[in-house]
């Protein structure tokens, strides 16, 4: 998959996390153990972007975001490989509070180049008590298949994403949390098909220890 398409990925999860996080919000306020574990989280992805721009000399680009009634809220900093091109990392800081961090992705890469983990954090714009997305993403890579599996910092399983060829036949699929509940319970057949199992062959079912970023 070239990067555009997987930039496109990502920004799906994105927009469906983003827009349930003022829900969630609530719930993480009311839970201070929740709280601390993904403010953790987020510490840690930012601790590996840390390692992996340390190791590499990276181009920096910058840039300013926002949202509506607020287009200027944050300063995003997209972090690339001299060596290759390949995006490191993209980190956005709160532009009146700078010490703030607004959002974090971070992208660990196999010898190939390829994406094998990525890492995100996010927190509301008015709501920083903890961050209300949480995300690992497993990449997997079979003859032209490039899949992930997306886990949230609980180790829940979300969604799991295909896409590439498979015996000359286009493969491109998105399941959310609840198809992937529904085809774990015995109610759909999803994951009998071949495209699937070719899709998340070898691929483990959880993300284990990479719920600590590494």
């Known amino acids: 998959m070239n990067k555009n398409k997987y930039r496109w990925s990502l920004s799906i999860l994105m ?35 840390k390692q992996l721009t340390s190791k590499t000399k990276t181009d920096v680009k910058t840039e300013l975001g926002g949202y509506s009634g607020n287009p200027k809220f944050y300063k995003q900093e997209s972090y690339y490989a001299k060596s290759n091109g390949k995006l490191i990392s993209i980190v956005q800081w709160e532009l009146k509070s700078p010490h703030h961090m607004h959002s974090i992705e971070v992208f660990v890469r196999d010898e190939k180049g390829r994406v094998m983990r990525d890492y995100s954090a996010t927190y509301l714009p008015d709501y920083r008590n903890a961050p209300t997305q949480t995300l690992v993403s497993l990449h997997n890579y079979n003859g032209d298949l490039h899949a992930f599996r997306t886990f949230e910092a ?48 070898g691929m483990p079912d959880s993300a284990g220890k990479y719920l600590t970023p590494q």
Request: proline share 0%; hydrophobic share 40%; net charge negative.
């Open 15 to 49: 927009v469906m996390f983003f827009v349930s996080s003022a829900a969630m919000a609530g719930k993480v306020k009311g839970d201070n153990e929740h709280a601390r574990k993904w403010n953790k989280f987020a510490d840690d992805i930012l601790q590996l972007h």
């Open 154 to 201: 609980t180790g829940d399983r979300i969604v799991e994403r295909c896409t590439g060829k498979l015996k000359s036949e286009e493969v491109n699929f998105i399941l959310d949390e609840d198809e992937i509940a529904q085809a774990l319970d015995g109610y759909s057949d999803v994951m009998e098909q071949a495209d699937y199992k070719a899709c998340f062959k």
